[in-house]
């Protein structure tokens, strides 16, 4: 992706599918077309709370955050990878691949 939306959604009661959505919605309004492509931060991820986060052994392991960088997974056909590079509670959406051309009207 090289172009995309930062969006920002630190609303406590809302999973990750919900800002998702939330984003997309407003992506597709404002571009004409739905996103395809999150980058999130680990930390959103929902499986993130299975991952360890301190105790006695927490120097020994990877941190929480290294398990889940580059996961992906699929929420209302948005694929959703995440990335140390996105701040916690922020969306990068935007479109995979390459846009299609427009047509000339010369």
């Known amino acids: 992706m090289n172009i995309g939306m930062l969006w920002f959604d630190n609303d406590p009661k809302a999973g990750l599918d919900v800002k998702v959505e939330r984003a997309a919605t407003y992506y597709r309004?404002?571009?004409?077309?739905?996103?395809?492509?999150?980058?999130?931060?680990?930390?959103?991820?929902?499986?993130?709370?299975?991952?360890?986060?301190?105790?006695?052994?927490?120097?020994?392991?990877?941190?929480?955050?290294?398990?889940?960088?580059?996961?992906?997974?699929?929420?209302?056909g948005i694929e959703v990878r995440s990335t140390r590079s996105v701040l916690p509670n922020h969306l990068w959406l935007g479109f995979n691949g390459t846009l299609e051309s427009e047509p000339s009207s010369r």
Request: aromatic share 8%; glycine share 6%.
């Open 29 to 76: 309004n404002k571009y004409g077309r739905k996103p395809t492509l999150c980058f999130v931060h680990p930390s959103m991820l929902p499986n993130a709370s299975a991952f360890p986060t301190g105790g006695p052994s927490a120097e020994r392991e990877t941190p929480r955050e290294d398990k889940l960088t580059n996961q992906t997974y699929t929420t209302a």
